[in-house]
């Protein structure tokens, strides 16, 4: 049954279709495609820190939170990207502003879709997480030829679900929505069919729907480009740190065992009863604010005796063996080393740096491509749409994109290296300012005091 495919998706989606008509129609392996979506939710419960090891002696460093926040802002900084439209552009801007909170959740899930849609008069943008929409079917290039999209609103104790099939055939999207309602009791499930009138939300959705003359699906899938685990096969994206899970188990563990030591070594006095005095209700009291130092112990009568427990704290060696898991986990998700280690605890070539270094540059930037492509098909569907419901605009517009590559060369080390340059005239000194200041270059000869101005009369 399709719900065996998607029961794991939040909002429980099940029993929409049989699977033998999915493989046949869609061509889909329901069993790897299975294996695919509960690694989806795997990686996303432990993003969450919810993952499975955890419990009240294991505890979360939150080390794949912090690898999806440190690889987002690596992939958008200093990103900039412009329609040279001025109404595409407007609704483009404003959808950039979540670039990065929207590349984190996609590097903690695996994909987003980039959805536009029309809604009273205006088009605008749906970004819809890996776990609420199912890719289907792909082309040998790795275009999303099909997918579902799920959509949920919850009000009161009903829930209403909309399951949006899209397939692109030759140069014609064929959209289908079927509307289902359950409730709170037996979210499990999907329920009984409804009328899409039924939603206030959905009224204006048609049931079946067609767009001619199209070349791909309406929206841009940004998925993170690296193999896929658990099923060599598939075109879906799979998170960042699907290569790593159980390297995030040992560093939870070994971070748990860190705790342990510092709190099985806290400094203890055991004493007799008897050396502290009582309340009126005849009951020995401690030291107030000292309540955690010390232990009564239950000597014989009339022995009075104390003792200091103050063992070693062994948190040398276990900081530097979670400090190698973590390096173990840099290497596994292509990070470079000192992203979440601490490069002065063991010792490396330059080599091992510079290697370190490109294998980060290079997944930073595979990361930034999929995400131009995804924005690239992303206006391309805003425009599909405004010729569709004929909202004035410029028919298939350009889009530009600045992207920062300053992962191999570290920025002061790059700002220093020009700076000498242009002491040494290889370059000239406006170069360096624009670069320093983010100023033009008739703003950096104005800053040059006029006896080292560099510029000739023939320049000028």
């Not at 609704?91 to 879709?113: C, D, H, P, V």
Request: aromatic share 10%; proline share 3%.
């Amino acid at each position: 049954m399709f719900g065996k495919i998607v029961s794991w998706i939040k909002g429980a989606i099940s029993k929409m279709f049989d699977t033998s008509n999915i493989a046949k129609d869609f061509n889909i392996d329901i069993s790897t495609s299975d294996e695919v979506m509960k690694l989806i939710e795997s990686c996303t419960n432990i993003y969450n820190s919810k993952a499975p090891w955890l419990n009240e002696e294991v505890k979360s460093l939150n080390v794949a939170k912090t690898i999806c926040d440190k690889v987002a802002k690596a992939v958008t900084i200093e990103f900039k990207s412009q329609v040279d439209d001025e109404s595409i552009d407007e609704i483009y801007q404003k959808f950039l502003k979540n670039i990065r909170t929207n590349t984190e959740y996609t590097l903690a899930k695996g994909g987003m879709f980039f959805k536009p849609f029309y809604s009273n008069g205006k088009i605008k943008i749906s970004c819809i997480q890996a776990d609420k929409f199912i890719p289907i079917k792909f082309d040998s290039t790795g275009e999303m030829l099909s997918a579902i999209f799920i959509d949920q609103i919850i009000k009161g104790d009903d829930i209403y679900t909309r399951l949006e099939y899209q397939e692109l055939t030759d140069t014609t999207i064929m959209i289908k929505n079927i509307a289902y309602k359950t409730n709170k009791h037996n979210s499990n499930t999907l329920g009984s069919k409804i009328q899409l009138s039924q939603v206030e939300e959905w009224k204006s959705i048609q049931p079946e729907t067609s767009i001619n003359n199209v070349n791909k699906l309406l929206g841009g899938y940004f998925k993170i480009p690296i193999a896929n685990p658990v099923d060599n096969t598939s075109l879906i994206g799979v998170p960042i740190f699907a290569n790593a899970i159980e390297i995030l188990r040992q560093i939870d563990e070994q971070f748990s065992r860190t705790l342990w030591e510092y709190e099985g070594s806290e400094l203890a006095i055991q004493a007799d009863a008897t050396l502290f005095n009582k309340d009126k209700n005849n009951n020995y009291v401690l030291p107030k604010k000292k309540k955690r130092l010390y232990e009564f112990l239950n000597l014989d009568q009339g022995e009075k005796s104390w003792d200091v427990f103050s063992p070693a704290i062994r948190d040398t060696s276990l900081f530097n063996g979670l400090n190698e898991w973590l390096r173990q986990c840099e290497s596994q998700c292509g990070l470079s080393f000192g992203v979440l280690s601490k490069e002065t605890s063991i010792a490396k070539t330059a080599t091992e740096i510079n290697s370190s270094k490109q294998d980060y540059y290079v997944t930073v930037s595979d990361i930034q491509k999929s995400l131009q492509n995804a924005l690239d098909d992303l206006i391309y569907g805003i425009d599909v749409l405004m010729t569709l419901y004929k909202i004035p605009h410029k028919i298939n517009p350009n889009t530009s994109y600045e992207w920062d590559d300053s992962i191999l060369v570290d920025a002061k080390e790059e700002q220093s290296i020009m700076m000498q340059e242009a002491s040494m005239g290889y370059i000239k000194k406006e170069l360096y300012l624009m670069k320093r200041y983010g100023v033009t270059e008739e703003q950096a000869r104005k800053m040059i005091p006029k006896q080292q101005d560099n510029t000739t009369e023939d320049e000028e």
